[in-house]
């Protein structure tokens, strides 16, 4: 617990260092929380976090503009990001695509590299810690916000946990692929959608927010950040033994929640990361005496929901497969290869896949990388990646660092699965979370130089 109480004793001494745009963009970022993270239509709380995030933009220009003068790179990075809004915008306008497709492109495209763009380039050697801090608290804050709505959502409408569960495994056990897809798109909530009727999900607006917050990447981040404090926690001392059973609790709870819906890439990917920290420990004497015994007990306690799990997970890979994402790749390469220009410059901003998933249009694919590979080509894909690569190297210069501390490898465990389920499996780069975690991966990413003592968090 000291670690995590220094890192919040250090982010409230240096609170003034902070940009206040970065408070301002943070703060309102953590609104999303209270609303969906892929809005069906604009409400009042969108229109708050837009003006909120333009205002908290505006405000970090300032700091920007001066690394610009003073930095190449950036010139180029920011040079880049201009030809990956405008170029595809052109192509988009040109093929005669819908202004309303076009701009719920657009927005994730801001989401993803404006946040970042503007967060890293405003952070100094002074403030970056505190300011990892702050990032690291709103996305734990939306995590377990948005966990407790879908709990409560899934109570309100299953009754209990168990039953939705039994009506998971029911629904896979007599469904093939095609009807699960086709379900997943009229529920507009991806697989989450599975266990009701696709009828009543359709016109139940509440029920398809409440489900599609599970897919919200900062509910996956907070699941494995707190479970892997309390690993730490319990692994480390006596004292601090039930502060990491609390903490191992709470993160499982929030892990339960995509368990039971049935999501294999958020449930493995939970279970690797928590792996990886376990391996991490495994010197440590503390994990035979303390946590050993602690995942013993828990295991026979809760092997009937554990079972459970394991038995919806496999009903439903024997149902669905790979739910169809390796012929969407094939249908995306299939659409850019059909002109030279398609596979240089994409279909634009607001271009549709007819998607074999859904056996209909579609604005998106489940795979960023087939995602910005259909919308901006082959150039498109690679200005993108060469942006990320240059935010990297920016983040990396607050990170000389000699050895990896724990607490910097928990941030980067908690950040890898959301960052890759997004590029691989699942839409979740368009929602606003992803930017925030891409944000927080970029500044906690460590170089090895001689001679630099150690950062706490």
């Known amino acids: 617990m000291n670690n995590i ?10 609170r003034h260092s902070i940009p206040k745009g970065a408070w301002l963009l943070l703060i309102t970022y953590s609104l999303v929380a209270f609303g969906s993270p892929m809005p069906p239509k604009i409400t009042w709380l969108e229109i708050l976090m837009g003006c909120g995030l333009l205002m908290g933009g505006i405000m970090l ?34 093929r005669g695509n819908a202004m309303s497709d076009i701009a ?48 409560l959502g899934a109570l309100h409408i299953y009754g209990s946990l168990e039953k939705m569960v039994s009506l998971m495994q029911g629904s896979f056990a007599k469904i093939d692929a095609v009807q699960v897809a086709n379900a997943a798109h009229a529920a507009n909530a991806a697989n989450a959608a599975n266990a009701a009727n696709a009828a009543e999900t359709a016109a139940n607006e509440r029920f ?31 004292r601090e033994w039930l502060p ?19 999501l294999r890439a958020y449930t493995a990917f939970f279970v690797l990361a928590i792996l990886m920290m376990c391996l991490y420990l495994l010197r440590e004497q503390g994990f035979y005496i303390r946590l050993l015994p602690v995942v013993i007990v828990a295991l026979a306690l809760f092997w009937p929901q ?94 000389n660092i000699g050895k990896l501390s724990t607490s910097r490898l928990i941030l980067l465990v908690s950040c890898l699965p959301p960052l890759l389920i997004g590029v691989l499996f699942e839409p979740t780069y368009k929602m606003l979370s992803y930017g925030v975690i891409l944000t927080l991966f970029i500044l906690v990413l460590p170089s090895f130089p001689k001679n630099h003592q150690e950062s706490t968090f």
């Open 104 to 151: 719920r492109d657009i927005f994730p495209l801001i989401f993803l590299l404006i946040i970042p763009i503007l967060l890293t380039y405003s952070t100094s050697s002074s403030n970056s810690t505190a300011l990892r801090t702050l990032i690291a608290a709103a996305l734990v804050f939306v995590g377990i916000c948005t966990a407790v709505t879908f709990f």
């Open 208 to 238: 398809k927010a409440i489900f599609l917050k599970l897919y919200d990447p900062a509910m996956l981040f907070s699941s494995i950040f707190l479970s892997s404090w309390g690993v730490v926690l319990m692994v480390k001392s006596w």
């Open 5 to 14: 109480l220094a890192g919040f004793q250090q982010l409230w001494e240096q």
């Open 244 to 262: 990491g059973i609390i903490l191992a609790m709470m993160g499982a709870s929030i892990a339960y929640g995509f368990m039971i819906m049935g």
């Open 306 to 399: 554990i079972n459970a799990v394991l038995q919806l997970l496999w009903d439903k890979q024997e149902a669905v497969g790979s739910n169809g994402k390796s012929v969407e790749w094939l249908a995306v390469l299939k659409t850019i290869a059909e002109y030279p220009q398609t596979i240089l410059f994409g279909i634009g901003w607001g271009g549709i896949l007819e998607n074999p998933i859904y056996q209909g249009p579609t604005r998106f694919t489940h795979s960023a990388l087939s995602f910005y590979l259909l919308k901006s080509g082959v150039l498109g894909l690679i200005t993108l990646l060469s942006i990320i690569t240059s935010l990297a190297y920016q983040g990396r210069r607050f990170c």
């Open 61 to 94: 220009t300032g700091p920007v503009i001066r690394v610009v003068q003073q930095q190449r790179s950036v010139q180029w990075c920011l040079g880049l990001t201009t030809l990956l809004f405008f170029i595809p915008l052109c192509v988009g306008l040109l």
